[in-house]
């Protein structure tokens, strides 16, 4: 059939057509999987048909199609290609994914390696309060940013966005300006996911067990007045960068419960006064019983740092 039928098919790895179908297996075997669960409980999908134009364009190849040398690799049909970097881990290659990126190529490599090694222990708990005037704000004191690098991609991304739908359908200027868009969206994700891996390693270095609370983003997602900032602070992905990290690294992460009032309750000892009146334009406020002017933010961290650090548990109570 590939003769006859579909020859452009030859130009390329039988592996690559292959790999797709294997894909596409453990794709069903997953819906399968999942079509046993109560509805609530279900992750998976019916597969979808990928449309080209649409899709992002990758390939896989088995690890016994490729070969390493230095900073060159060999892929079936296309012989020898340079490599940016050389490989940066010792071990047996499982699984290869050639992709692009706007105009870029990339090639990801899976390594079987040994085990990471565990960050010294501090013997401290810390408590995370995620907002969006200050990204994070640590039971310490310490409130981080966002880049405001991030912001200016984004608003020259809606330029480009606005300048694409300009062009005509099927021009070359509307390619150009697509390839434009495209890296400018790669540039986005790179400063986020940049900006998300550095303070992840920074808040594992300092503490042992990280106290995080358990936001429901779908849910905020629905207020069309904050669901640009949600979406730019990408906090589901950073709190995934923290828990597979402390995997690796000897570290705890634990979330506290969805409805625990860390911002409500006074976190000064000895004290369990609640102001269940607190507003959201409220930044700060007085607790009548000690006294004491809270800030917001870290009261809720310090309140998310105790919870984690005294009961042992993810509940918060």
């Known amino acids: 059939m590939k003769r006859e039928a579909f020859p452009w098919m030859l130009k390329v790895s039988k592996s690559v057509v292959q790999e797709a179908l294997r894909n596409l297996g453990v794709a069903y075997a997953h819906w399968f999987e999942d079509l046993k669960k109560p ?48 490989l940066r881990f010792d071990g ?19 390594v079987e390696t040994a085990d990471s090694q565990p960050l010294p222990q501090t013997d401290r708990a810390g408590g995370l309060d995620l907002g969006l005037k200050d990204f994070v ?4 004191g ?37 390839i434009k868009l495209a890296r400018c969206l790669e540039a986005i994700a790179n400063v986020r996911e940049d900006f998300l891996h550095q303070l992840s390693i920074q808040i594992l270095r300092a503490y042992d067990i990280i106290g995080i609370e358990d936001l429901n983003v779908a849910g905020m997602m629905k207020n069309h007045r904050l669901a640009r900032a949600i979406a730019r602070s990408a906090w589901s992905q950073f709190k995934e960068f923290l828990r597979y990290k402390a995997d690796w690294y000897g570290k705890t992460v634990r979330e506290v419960d969805r409805f625990f009032p860390s ?55």
């Open 39 to 86: 509805k609530k409980q279900r992750r998976f999908h019916h597969p979808k048909f990928h449309k080209k134009s649409k899709d992002r364009d990758r390939f896989q190849l088995p690890n016994d199609q490729v070969k390493v040398d230095g900073p060159r690799v060999y892929i079936p049909k296309l012989g020898w290609v340079r490599m940016r970097e050389a």
């Open 92 to 110: 047996p290659i499982q699984r290869v994914t050639v992709s692009r990126k706007a105009d870029h190529w990339f090639i990801s490599l899976t």
């Open 137 to 140: 704000v640590t039971s310490d």
């Open 142 to 178: 310490i409130k981080v940013q966002l880049l405001a690098r991030l912001i200016l991609l984004e608003q020259r991304q809606r330029r480009l966005q606005r300048e694409l739908s300009r062009k005509v359908k099927g021009s070359k200027n509307r390619a150009k300006a697509k």
């Open 263 to 317: 911002s409500q309750l006074c976190s000064t000892p000895g004290c369990a006064y609640q102001y269940h009146d607190l507003t959201l334009d409220e930044r700060t406020w007085h607790c009548p019983e000690c006294g004491v002017v809270h800030d917001r933010d870290i009261n809720a961290a310090i309140n998310v740092r105790n919870a984690v650090s005294s009961t042992g548990s993810a509940c918060g109570a």
